[in-house]
């Protein structure tokens, strides 16, 4: 069964966090790989990380240094902590599960097959 479930968006001023939750089916969860994309209105999708069965993390250039990609596989929740967020992060936010990658192929919506319904994140100045 495939179910992807995310929680934890919200509205925060500049500078602040959320930490984002995607709990997922156990067939989705042992996918290979697991990811957070965003898309504001009028843009395109945008890969945020994504993390291997290995533990192995990748992030887009809007994260890196401020976002932290995870997973708990006792309770099939991948996790995005993010802070120092900024209006431009302001999006809907889409956990992702797909076939195993490596470095730059976690970044890529093709390794994705499967896709949750998005939490909005609103970001005020």
């Known amino acids: 069964q495939v179910q992807l479930v995310e929680s934890g968006g919200g509205s925060v001023q500049a500078g602040g966090s959320l930490r984002l939750s995607c709990v997922a089916s156990?067939?989705?969860?042992?996918?290979?790989?697991m990811g957070w994309f965003r898309q504001a209105p009028g843009t395109e999708r945008e890969a945020v990380a994504g993390?291997?069965?290995?533990?192995?993390?990748k992030y887009g250039k809007s994260a890196t240094g401020r976002f932290t990609i995870s997973r708990d596989n006792t309770k099939r929740t991948l996790f995005l902590q993010m802070n120092y967020l900024k209006p431009e992060d302001t999006a809907m936010y889409y956990c992702?599960?797909?076939?195993?990658?490596?470095?730059?192929?976690?970044?890529?919506?093709?390794?994705?097959?499967?896709w949750g319904q998005g939490t909005q994140v609103t970001v005020s100045s």
């Open positions: 992702a599960a797909g076939t195993v990658c490596y470095g730059v192929d976690c970044l890529n919506a093709a390794t994705y097959d499967e």
């Open positions: 156990l067939h989705s969860y042992n996918r290979g790989s």
């Open positions: 993390i291997n069965r290995f533990n192995g993390a």
